[in-house]
């Protein structure tokens, strides 16, 4: 009787005994896991979190070398995001197998099965050969698949070089891991929407050129949702039929034009973010499962006027945050898209005004010749103030102008074609240089905005006799070179700018040109242009004016003044260049 009672003692004990032992392990696991999880709480990026991850993975799980992985299902293939531990030929041969589909079966394996994979001793298992073991240095291994939103996301891959036995503890804490780093990862990917599309809000609210931003919407929509494709539609003036902006890589075949009348599409004209699980029923030739999903592009009114769609070479179901940024993304692509659109509708304006002030009908010149260059700054997408302006006055003689008002766009134009024409009915009254200024000063104060301003040349032209009368307002200084000495003169006439200040004087000085002699005229832009710290400044084009002169035609010459002055440096301000030469001898 005392020897059952003692069997049936010991099994009780050993049942306990293995109890505690199943707790301890279970505490073990559990304190482990909260360590994790504690520090993968900061919210952080994908690329951060990942690193924490591995490192600490690593050593919760006794690995030699652990790295993880994105799956890129179009490709069939993993990409390398972390690893610790591999050097030299490891690193390489890592990288090397990542590239090639089915080059990390193992990690592939616990993918597609959605589980941890453990392998004690990858050669008696039957998972390697010997000389793959040792060329991989791995005789034992733990896969960890990472699934995000039921997508096979990618994993994490432990290496041991030593075959290993793995206990029930083991399993225990592989899962947990694979569950903790989920949801850090599904929390980072959370921290990159925000992080992305805050990015994408600064870069694309700064473009004006509708190219410009549709770029800036293509690359935002495939960077927030790691999409393989992107386009941005418009919709064509039937209001039915969404058509792909043009771009350098147009949208597959099947998806060139999308019609919003269709039940599938019809979502979007109700402000709706559509998801498109079987693209390949839509497309012309597929080659393979593909998934997408387009989010409207809202106007002022609420009214569609295009979409943003992002394109995944595989099918996959986004999760609400992801559907949300899209939408998001959508809408900030809205407000710069209807700036760029006004924007270049104002270009088209002003573009429009400066082909006015800068085609002239010259009058009869006689023996004299004029050359003009009119360049716009280098990159630069609004229209200036810079003009020039030939006309005959009632005397006879001729008036020269070069004018530059401040400012850009169609205000600038606008005001700049106010500011040609006052100065013509005030040279037509009286065509005395210092006159017109002063008049025309006083006209534009009370026209111009208070940070408005012109800088002026004007000159008349007795073309009988070659005398000229000149007056400048705060302008470059005009040039003239002497023909019979080979030398440069600079016109240093006294004068303020215009639009600023009641009632300035404008000081005239007379001066004759000789037969081979040229007067420029220019607009600041050439003085300015600039090659680091140095500007360009009169002395250089003075320099080039003196070396081309004797050489070339005024036309030609004018060219060369600009050409010179862009090969010292950038030109950053629109800029005129003026060139005149008179042939006949003084009566």
């Excluded at 693209?279 to 989010?295: F, N, T």
Aim: proline letters at 4%; glycine letters at 8%.
């Amino acid at each position: 009787m005392v020897s059952q009672v003692s069997e049936v003692e010991r099994a009780r004990l050993l049942e306990l005994e293995r109890m505690v032992a199943s707790l301890r392990e279970d505490s073990e696991v559990a304190n482990a896991l909260l360590g994790l999880s504690g520090a993968l709480a900061e919210v952080r990026s994908l690329e951060q979190t990942i690193d924490l991850a591995i490192r600490m993975v690593k050593e919760l799980m006794g690995a030699d070398r652990i790295f993880s992985a994105t799956w890129i299902a179009g490709q069939q293939r993993f990409e390398i995001t972390g690893q610790v531990g591999f050097e030299g030929p490891q690193y390489d041969q890592l990288y090397e197998l990542a590239e090639v589909p089915e080059g990390l079966p193992l990690l592939r394996a616990a993918v597609r099965q959605r589980a941890p994979l453990m392998i004690g001793d990858t050669v008696t298992d039957g998972h390697l050969t010997m000389n793959d073991a040792k060329l991989r240095t791995a005789r034992a291994y733990v896969g960890l698949p990472l699934i995000r939103w039921g997508e096979e996301f990618g994993g994490i891959g432990m290496l041991f070089e030593e075959p290993r036995r793995f206990t029930a503890k083991d399993e225990a804490l592989a899962r947990g891991i694979a569950r903790q780093v989920g949801v850090a990862l599904a929390n980072a990917r959370q921290f990159n929407l925000l992080q992305t599309l805050r990015s994408f809000g600064e870069r694309v609210g700064s473009k004006l050129s509708l190219q410009e931003v549709v770029a800036d919407v293509v690359e935002g929509g495939r960077e927030l949702l790691s999409g393989d494709a992107a386009w941005v539609y418009f919709l064509d003036s039937s209001s039915r039929s969404l058509v792909a902006a043009s771009q350098e890589h147009a949208p597959i075949a099947g998806l060139e034009r999308i019609d919003v009348t269709h039940e599938l599409w019809r979502g979007l004209s109700q402000g709706k973010t559509v998801p498109i699980t079987d693209v390949e029923a839509l497309i012309d030739e597929p080659s393979g499962p593909m998934s997408a999903v387009i989010a409207p592009i809202p106007g002022a009114d609420g009214q569609l006027i295009g979409a943003v769609l992002v394109l995944f070479e595989r099918t996959l179901t986004l999760g609400a945050d992801d559907v949300e940024a899209l939408s998001v993304l959508a809408a900030h692509s809205a407000l710069a898209i209807e700036n760029a659109q006004r924007f270049e509708r104002q270009q088209r304006v002003a573009r429009s005004l400066q082909e006015g002030l800068l085609t002239t009908e010259t009058p009869e010149l006689g023996d004299c010749t004029i050359g003009t260059v009119y360049e716009p700054a280098a990159g630069e997408a609004e229209v200036g103030g810079d003009f020039f302006d030939v006309f005959e006055l009632p005397d006879g003689r001729l008036a020269l102008v070069v004018g530059d008002v401040s400012g850009k766009g169609a205000e600038a134009a606008a005001q700049t074609a106010m500011a040609k024409y006052m100065l013509r009915a005030f040279a037509t009254r009286n065509p005395s240089p210092s006159s017109a200024l002063f008049h025309l000063n006083n006209a534009l104060l009370k026209s111009f905005p208070d940070d408005r301003f012109m800088t002026i040349m004007y000159a008349v032209l007795d073309v009988a006799t070659n005398q000229l009368v000149m007056a400048c307002g705060g302008h470059p200084p005009p040039l003239i070179y002497r023909y019979d000495t080979r030398t440069v003169e600079a016109l240093e006439v006294p004068g303020t700018i215009l639009g600023a200040f009641e009632d300035q004087s404008y000081e005239q000085d007379v001066y004759r040109l000789s037969p081979g002699d040229v007067f420029v005229a220019y607009t600041d832009g050439l003085v300015e242009a600039r090659k680091g710290p140095k500007l360009y400044g009169r002395w250089r084009v003075e320099k080039s004016l003196a070396h081309h002169a004797s050489s070339l035609s005024v036309t030609d010459l004018a060219r060369r003044l600009y050409d010179d002055a862009r090969q010292f440096g950038n030109v950053t301000d629109d800029t005129i260049v003026f060139t005149l030469g008179c042939n006949v001898s003084p009566k």
